[in-house]
Structures are given as structure tokens and as C-alpha cells.
């Protein structure tokens, strides 16, 4: 407590005691005077005792004291009162010697309660979510005679799911624990049950039976697939409130406008709210119009490799004032411009083509066909592992293949970001019909189970230049929704990683163990291309696997290099 303005005036003060115990809330407010001759600055004026504030037992009594008027210092506490699990309350509360005893325990994948209670003994339970946002919701309820097992399936499991017991008496005290809070099975859970709704006027609401950390985006899908490409603005990222409506920051709704929901990182959730009641996705040009300073303007089209600028405009989606616009128009009436260049391109090479074979018809020879493109993306495991990596990745560059990896791009890797960097690599090798190679060590294996199990590390927890973790972001929805036959290849190293240890998921694509499998590995990267003679294609696999083996050797040798892994987990 503070002195007042008036050396004469006495001290006032306001205590506030609250407490929320579901389904019961409580909460006391007193006023505390202190003659002024009796405060001092700087030093405590007394106590003050409240001795008939009745509260649940286990209930978190908050305290909130301030001076009256308020100055900047406040007092605020939360208490957290013992239940009837511990001992000494036990044994001094007649109510708790009646209340039944509650245990959870595994049953397979599902869990068990089991309640210890006394022959004929009747009792409620009663199972709800523990919601931050309003008040609790009751899931279920029934009145039992003891003793029980219950058992709740493994899908019904979430955070907030709590659990609330008591006798069939009158003034029987609750107990109430939530288990759950820590399990991961109850977190992949709520993210499956979680749905973004759309509502009338542009309004929406992220549901979820818990509170969650999410980050919410718009993003721009352009038919044919391919990666939904975020918008900065109008929507920024931010962290959103579970079940409290939102409104979209639009003029007009588009059905290539659709919503992304992350969490620390991973995608959860993308919709295409409006491609229901507006149609299929459009194939329209988005245009993004910047705002910069002196009232600078510039209009662009927005594509998969960045932002073409143009001079036009068209209808509005959205105005930020001063952060920028988008701008839709129809693709229709570019086409026939783009048709005409293309035939007067056609012509053009043919009389290129004519004039050559005229003049050289005797002395043609095959030009060199282009290698086919190849990324290879691997996990940092220390110095040896990726001089192994960059041993693999030289002696196929020798090859006719033009082979991409982050070893050779670590500028460029730390400029752009490593999700940005393997989205952009994956995104032009596929479409240029190459192949993306997951080299698998023991690092890798053990961050995609991670992953897969939902308890994937924070990025910080990484090398800022690894691009693998990165690339669980890019690549496995592929194999998840089987698009990856035909896109991907998987590779593990002889006596590092055996093939059945490479995670199941990414088991759909071919796997090969190197260098003893290096004929069929360079067949697969060659595609249609592997025209080739047998003896052609066994003296390339020779020299690739005579350029690995060395440092395929000193990976084994070096100290920091990964430990041999003999088979899945």
C-alpha cells in the first residue's frame, strides 16, 4: 500500500478475492482504510484478515489489491487451494473421507478410469471441457454406484477434456483434475476436430473444444494445384481467438481466396471458404497494388515465380489505405496475345531450323539433350554426413542431371529462408519434370517421426542452414494425398540407415540403399530418359559409386558423424 496525495488523508485500499471452480464462481470485495498517521512510505502498514471467503476445495483463489485512487503498483496472486487428494486435507475434512478416488490408466491405446469406491456407493461424474473462453461445456454426465471402470476411446481425448467427481450427498465436495493437458495424442485430437466457418457478412470463427495457439493468413490458390501462396496483406499474421467470430478484411469474396491455419510453423488447416458458393477456382490473375512513401503506387500480377508488374487496374477485392490492394482480373483476354506469340515463335524456329538443315544437311549431328533436374534434400548429421551429401551430389552433377542442394546454396539458403528455398527448388524441379531425392540418415528418420507424431521442434531447436525440416512442410503432404509416385525418390546410405527404417509414409516412393543399389537409383533419376545401354548405365553407377565410397567412409570414421541405425523403431 501507497501513501495518499494528503498527508492528513487516510489510505484506502480495495481487495478483490475471486475464485472459479466449475460449475461455481465466487468472488468478495473489501475496502481497507489506514489512518495516515499510522502509514509510513516505503513500509508495510499491516495485515488484514478475511476469514469467511468460502471457496471449492482445489479452486484457484485469485487476489487483486489496489490503492484508492489507483497508482501504477498493484498486488495480484492466484492461490491454488488443496483438494482431497492430499493427504492432510483428507484426513482433517469429514467430506473428503467420502469422496471416491479416481485413477486413469492406459487401455491399449484408450484410457481407463478406474473409481475406487465402496460397495453400493452412489456418485457422479461428470466429463466437460475446461474452455479459456466462457463458460465450461459439459460433455457428459451420469450418476453410478460404485465401484467403475470406464473407459474413454483415445479419439474423444483432448487438452481441456476434465474430469469432475463427487458423492451423491448433499454439500458433497467436487473434485475436479484435467489429465490430459500434456498427452499428444489429446493435441493431434483437437487440431483434427478444429474447422474454420464461414458466416454471413464476410464474418468467420475458428472452432475448437480448446484454446490453441494458431496463426491465421489469407493466401491466393491458383487452379491446377500448387502451393497456396500467403498474402501479407490484408489479413497480417496473428495469433487468433478460438471460437470468437472474426470478419475478413474484403470488399468482395473470390474463390481462389482461401485460409491457412498454422501452428508453430506447420500448416494445420487450409480452406477455400467460398469455392462452394462461388464456383470452382477461377483462372483469373491476382493484382497486388503496393502503396509507398510520397503516395508512390506500383500494380503487379501475381505469379508463381513473383510479381509481374503491370500497368492496369481492374475490380477491387480489398483498399488498406495505406498497406496496399488487390486487384482480380479475367485471364481470357491475354490469351489470344499469348497464342499469337507463341505461333509467331513456332514460325520463327522453323525457319531457324530450315535455314540450319539446309546449309549443314550433311554434317547434323544430335545436340546434347538437357540433363533432367534433381533436388536432393538431406538432414544436417555433422561434417562427415554432408561431405558425403556433397560427395553424392558432384559425382551426379557429372552426369547428364542438373542437381540442386543446399550445400551449394548457402547464401542464397540464408537469404531466402529454408521454407521459402525448398519450396521455390521443389516447385521449378517438378515443374520442369525432374525428381526431388529425400536422403534419409538417422537424424532425418528420427525428425520425421517426430513430426509425424505431432511433437515436431520449434525451428530455433535446428541448424538455421538445415532445410530439411523445412522440407516436411513442402513434401509431405505430397505423400500423405499420393501425389508423390513419380515426383519423389528416397535414398538411405549402406550400413547408415537401412530402407525399412526410412519412416512408412515416405515407403511409397521407391527406396534405395547406396552405393550397392546405384544402377536402379540412376535408372529412376533418368526417368524416360534411361535409353541408355546396360553397359553405359553400369559404368556411370561405377564411377558415381567410386566418388561416394571415400567419404562415405570417412562419415563412418569422423567423431560427430551419426550412429548406424538397424532397423525402424
Same mark, same amino acid.
Given at each position: ?14 481487495? &478483490? ?21 499510522? !502509514? ?12 469467511? %471467503?468460502?471457496?471449492? /476445495? ?15 503498483? =498493484? /498486488? ?18 469429514? $467430506? ?40 465450461? $461445456? ?62 454471413? #457478412? ?41 471460437? $470468437?467470430?472474426?470478419?475478413?478484411? #474484403? ?9 491457412? &491455419?498454422?501452428?508453430?510453423?506447420? #500448416? ?56 496496399? +490492394? /488487390? ?14 506469340? &507463341? ?7 522453323? !525457319? ?39 560427395? /553424392?551430389?558432384? !559425382?551426379?552433377?557429372? #552426369?547428364?542431371?542438373?542437381? +540442386? ?6 547464401? =542464397? ?32 528418420? +528420427? ?8 511433437? +515436431? ?18 513434401? *509431405?503432404?505430397? %505423400? ?9 525418390? &528416397?535414398?538411405? %546410405? ?41 553397359? *553405359? ?33
Amino acid at each position: 500500500m501507497e501513501l495518499g496525495e494528503s498527508e492528513n488523508a487516510p489510505l484506502q485500499a480495495q481487495v &478483490v478475492l475471486s475464485f472459479q471452480s466449475y460449475p461455481t464462481t465466487r468472488c468478495v470485495l473489501l475496502e481497507v482504510q489506514v489512518p495516515a498517521a499510522l !502509514a509510513q512510505p516505503g513500509q508495510s502498514v499491516g495485515s488484514a484478515v478475511f476469514d469467511c %471467503f468460502e471457496a471449492a /476445495l482445489g479452486a484457484e483463489v485469485r487476489i487483486w489489491s489496489y490503492t484508492q485512487p489507483r497508482f501504477q503498483k =498493484e /498486488l495480484n496472486l492466484t492461490q491454488q487451494l488443496p483438494d482431497c487428494r492430499g493427504l492432510q486435507v483428507r484426513d482433517s475434512i469429514q $467430506k473428503c473421507r467420502a469422496l471416491p478416488w479416481l485413477n486413469v490408466s492406459a487401455d491399449g491405446d484408450d484410457v481407463r478410469l478406474v473409481l475406487d469406491v465402496s460397495e453400493e456407493q452412489r456418485f457422479s461424474l461428470l466429463l466437460y471441457w475446461n474452455q479459456a473462453q466462457g463458460a465450461s $461445456k459439459p460433455r457428459w454426465h451420469s450418476n453410478l454406484t460404485g465401484p467403475q471402470n470406464i473407459t474413454l476411446s483415445h479419439t474423444d481425448l483432448v487438452p481441456c477434456l476434465c474430469i469432475q467427481v463427487w458423492p451423491l450427498e448433499p454439500d458433497s465436495v467436487r473434485t475436479s483434475f484435467c489429465p490430459f493437458r500434456k498427452d499428444p495424442r489429446a493435441h493431434r485430437n483437437l487440431w483434427r476436430t478444429a474447422r474454420l466457418s464461414l458466416l454471413p #457478412l464476410r464474418n468467420w470463427k475458428l472452432e475448437a473444444p480448446c484454446s490453441l495457439q494458431a496463426e491465421v493468413v489469407l493466401c491466393w490458390q491458383a487452379p491446377g494445384g500448387g502451393p497456396c501462396q500467403p498474402l501479407a496483406p490484408p489479413m497480417l499474421r496473428e495469433n487468433v481467438t478460438m471460437n $470468437k467470430i472474426l470478419k475478413f478484411p #474484403l470488399l468482395k469474396e473470390h474463390p481462389n481466396l482461401c485460409v491457412q &491455419v498454422s501452428n508453430w510453423e506447420k #500448416l494445420q488447416i487450409q480452406e477455400c471458404p467460398w469455392a462452394d458458393s462461388l464456383g470452382p477456382l477461377k483462372n483469373d490473375v491476382l493484382l497486388v497494388e503496393t502503396r509507398g512513401p510520397q503516395d508512390n503506387r506500383s500494380l503487379c500480377a501475381l505469379e508463381p515465380h513473383g510479381c509481374t508488374p503491370l500497368p492496369s487496374r481492374v475490380s477491387t477485392l480489398w483498399d488498406g489505405d495505406d498497406l496496399g +490492394a /488487390l486487384w482480380t482480373c479475367p485471364l481470357d483476354k491475354y490469351i489470344h496475345r499469348r497464342w499469337a506469340l &507463341v505461333w509467331l515463335a513456332c514460325l520463327l524456329l522453323a !525457319a531457324v531450323l530450315f535455314v540450319f538443315l539446309f546449309l549443314k544437311k550433311d554434317r547434323v549431328k544430335a545436340a546434347p539433350t538437357r540433363g533432367r533436374a534433381v533436388l536432393l534434400l538431406h538432414s544436417a548429421d555433422g561434417a562427415g554426413f554432408e561431405r558425403a551429401v556433397g560427395a /553424392l551430389a558432384s !559425382a551426379l552433377g557429372r #552426369l547428364p542431371l542438373r542437381v +540442386a542442394v543446399d550445400l551449394w546454396s548457402r547464401q =542464397e539458403l540464408s537469404a531466402q529462408g529454408p521454407l521459402a528455398w525448398v519450396h521455390g527448388q521443389r516447385r521449378q524441379t517438378l515443374q520442369e519434370g525432374g525428381v526431388v531425392v529425400l536422403l534419409f540418415s538417422p537424424g532425418a528418420a +528420427a525428425l520425421c517421426r517426430e513430426w509425424l507424431q505431432g511433437g +515436431a521442434a520449434a525451428p530455433g531447436n535446428h541448424d538455421p542452414h538445415d532445410a530439411f525440416p523445412a522440407s516436411l512442410n513442402c513434401v *509431405l503432404p505430397d %505423400f500423405l494425398q499420393g501425389r508423390a509416385p513419380g515426383c519423389y525418390v &528416397v535414398a538411405c %546410405f549402406d550400413g547408415l540407415l537401412p530402407p525399412d527404417a526410412v519412416p512408412a509414409p515416405f515407403r511409397a516412393v521407391p527406396v534405395y540403399s547406396l552405393p550397392s543399389q546405384m544402377p536402379d537409383f540412376l535408372r529412376c533419376l533418368q526417368g524416360r530418359r534411361a535409353s541408355r545401354p546396360g553397359r *553405359l548405365l553400369a559404368d556411370r553407377a561405377e564411377q558415381v559409386s567410386r566418388a561416394l565410397q571415400p567419404a562415405l567412409d570417412s562419415c563412418f570414421l569422423s567423431p560427430g558423424a551419426p550412429g548406424p541405425v538397424t532397423g525402424p523403431e
